[in-house]
Nanobody, 117 residues
């Protein structure tokens, strides 16, 4: 079993920044295979950024150049630095982990990010 706990969401003005954290525990020993998703009201959940088992990062086109995914393997904690935030970034952000060779996903409870003036 894996437990994922997000933190760092909140209300921020357009152009502002936030840093999300996802602390993992249980049967997980690195940040590889983890990612961030988001779901806005009335929309499907979408991938924001992820770190592969080859340690390469992938970003949605809508966040490239503004968001940065990173992590600390010793703490098994993943981060999402979000800069130049836009109102369309408003969503619940979820931490995700898929173990190697698995088709099952673990999810955190989500953290709300609201970008508004």
């Amino acid at each position: 079993q894996v437990q994922l706990v997000e933190s760092g969401g909140g209300l921020v003005q357009p152009g502002g920044s936030l840093r999300l954290s996802c602390a993992a525990s249980g049967s997980i020993f690195s940040i590889y295979g983890m990612g961030w998703y988001r779901q806005a009201p009335g929309k499907q959940r979408e991938l924001v950024a992820s770190i592969s088992y080859g340690s390469s990062a992938t970003y949605a086109d809508s966040v490239k150049g503004r968001f940065t995914i990173s992590g600390d393997n010793a703490k098994v904690t993943m981060y999402l630095q979000m800069n130049s935030l836009k109102p369309e970034d408003t969503a619940i952000y979820y931490c995700n982990y898929r173990p190697p060779g698995s088709v099952y996903d673990y999810w955190g409870q989500g953290t709300q990010v609201t970008v508004s003036s």
